[in-house]
Each structure stands twice: as structure tokens, then as C-alpha cells.
């Protein structure tokens, strides 16, 4: 299976490559996100790619935007069609993993949702019995579920750098505290709605991060992606145990192979072996099918 690490698009502007997503300028009001099968992990871009990844992740996406849209308009535009302005060859490359979406001005914040107790998340619990400023009860587990899920923004980190939890009053002096409580109060409604529709499908959204736009008139939408294997933790919900490193369809297996490694987390980052890339592959098509097949609810 061929991979796609960049993208090469003589017919429109490039704008900007990021860590997985190659964007290009389409006209005022539109670009084009074309997701590639690159791979990021602990903010270091790998030399390896994952087949069939950027595919996965945008049909996953997709398939969040179209399901949430009674909760907030995202950036898709449907109704942009570029097909004509592309040579064959172009419209080879970003077939089925590219999405035409409007411009709008990001919010310089993510937008976390913990309702399980993990990660970054677990190991501050464990020096200050808190996430992010927020208390938590006593005596949790590593992967317990959290009484209620939590709302944690961090920073939005350029390529190469990390991005750093914050409070949320520091959130507020960033975007104003009315945009804030509407930040957090989506994120978490996002976030509850779909860890209860995923559970039915036997998966865990134990966390996952959502990113927000505005339009000219402060209109809000969901932008990037959302919910997918790239932006969240999905576990096995027959195989969940607290106290364990539950069975992940996400990046957390790459994520557990580089910390195998003498490697410091700085670039340039490590190749993986094909197992590794094998494994990964399987992980997120399984998530995908589980989530997106038959939606019947």
C-alpha cells in the first residue's frame, strides 16, 4: 500500500504544511485540506509514513462534522467544487482524503475533554491531585473514569514546538471569558454525545481535543478534525480496566514504541519498523469501522 507523505499541487497556492494536513489556497472565502499519511508524535513529525492514514482520518472526520452539526456548524464546504481547476494526476493525490472548508481565524487554544484519567492528565493527578487547575477526588487510577469530564484547553503549538496545558482563566485572558464558557460548554456537549454513541460501538473516547474557528461576524465553528485517531484516545471498552494501559486505536502505539527507544523527543524523530507501521494501520482502520459503519443511532 503506497503512502502519501507530501502533497504537490502546481494548480493552487500552497498555504501551509503542518504536521499531517498539507492546506492550499483555493479562492477568499475557501482552501483545501489535503490530510497526508505523515505522522506526528510528541509534536515531532516522523520520517515514516502510515498508508492509508490521511484517508482514514478524513472519512472519520467527515463522518463527526456531518453527525454534530446540530450541535455547532463546522468549516466543510460541500458545495466548493475545485475538480476542474486540478490536473489527474493532482486529483490522484488528495483523492478521498482532502476537504474543501471555509476560511475562518482559529482560536489560539485546544479545546481538551478528559473523561478518562490518562496521559499528561494522570501524571500531573499524581504530583498535585489536580487536571489543570481542577481538583479531582482522591485515590483515582491510572485510566479511571473521571465523575464528570473535564474541559483542559492548552496552547496551539507551531510545528516542532509542544503545546502546554493552561487553566481555564488562562484560556479567558486569551479569548475573552463569553467565548471561553461557549468553548468549553460545546466541547464538552461534543464530547459527552460522542463518547455515548462510541460506547455502543465499543470504543472509549477517553479524551480527545477539538479546535474552533470564527468567521467575520463571530460566528464559531468546529474546524481541523474531529474525533478521530489523531485527536483522541479510543479504547477497547471490553478490554478497559483502571490501574492498566488499556488496548488503544489511536497513535498511543506509536507513541508506546518511541518510548521503547533511546530518543529524546526532540527532531529529528525516528523511522518505525514495519510492524509498527502494520499494527497502526490495522488500529485505525478497526476504529474507523467500528465508529462509521451502519450508523444506526
Not at 44 to 72: C, S, Y
Request: proline share 7%; aromatic share 8%; net charge negative.
Amino acid at each position: 500500500m503506497s503512502a502519501v507523505f507530501e502533497t504537490h499541487l502546481t494548480s493552487l497556492p500552497l498555504l501551509a504544511r503542518g504536521k499531517v494536513r498539507d492546506i492550499y489556497d483555493i479562492d477568499d472565502d475557501h482552501m483545501l485540506i489535503v490530510t497526508t499519511d505523515r505522522m506526528s508524535a510528541f509534536d515531532v513529525i516522523l520520517p515514516t509514513p502510515i498508508p492509508n492514514k490521511g484517508r482514514i482520518l478524513t472519512e472519520v472526520a467527515e463522518f463527526w462534522f456531518n453527525r454534530t452539526r446540530h450541535i455547532i456548524p463546522n468549516h466543510l464546504a460541500p458545495d466548493v467544487d475545485i475538480t476542474a481547476r486540478l490536473t489527474p494526476e493532482e486529483r490522484k493525490q488528495i483523492s478521498r482524503r482532502s476537504m474543501v472548508v471555509k476560511k475562518l481565524k482559529p482560536l489560539p487554544v485546544e479545546a481538551i475533554v478528559r473523561g478518562y484519567l490518562i496521559g499528561s492528565g494522570w501524571k500531573e493527578y499524581q504530583q498535585t491531585g489536580q487536571v489543570c487547575g481542577i481538583p479531582l477526588p482522591e485515590g483515582l487510577r491510572k485510566a479511571d473514569r473521571l465523575p464528570e469530564p473535564i474541559f483542559t484547553p492548552s496552547t496551539k503549538a507551531e510545528v516542532g514546538d509542544h503545546d502546554i496545558n493552561i487553566t481555564f482563566d488562562e484560556m479567558k485572558r486569551l479569548v475573552g471569558d463569553e467565548l471561553a464558557e461557549k468553548v468549553r460548554e460545546i466541547s464538552l456537549r461534543l464530547y459527552k454525545e460522542a463518547a455515548e454513541y462510541a460506547l455502543k460501538r465499543g470504543i472509549i473516547i477517553a479524551d480527545t481535543k477539538f479546535e474552533f474557528g470564527l468567521d467575520d461576524d463571530g460566528q464559531l465553528y468546529l474546524i481541523d478534525e474531529a474525533l478521530t485517531p489523531d485527536s483522541s484516545r479510543f479504547w477497547s471498552a471490553r478490554d478497559w480496566q483502571p490501574g492498566t494501559d488499556p488496548k488503544s486505536f489511536d497513535k498511543q502505539y506509536v507513541r508506546d514504541y518511541l518510548d521503547s527507544l533511546d530518543w529524546d523527543k526532540t527532531p529529528p524523530g525516528p523511522e518505525l519498523p514495519e510492524e509498527v507501521v502494520k499494527k497502526t494501520v490495522e488500529k485505525y482502520a478497526e476504529a474507523k469501522d467500528r465508529l462509521i459503519e451502519n450508523p444506526d443511532d
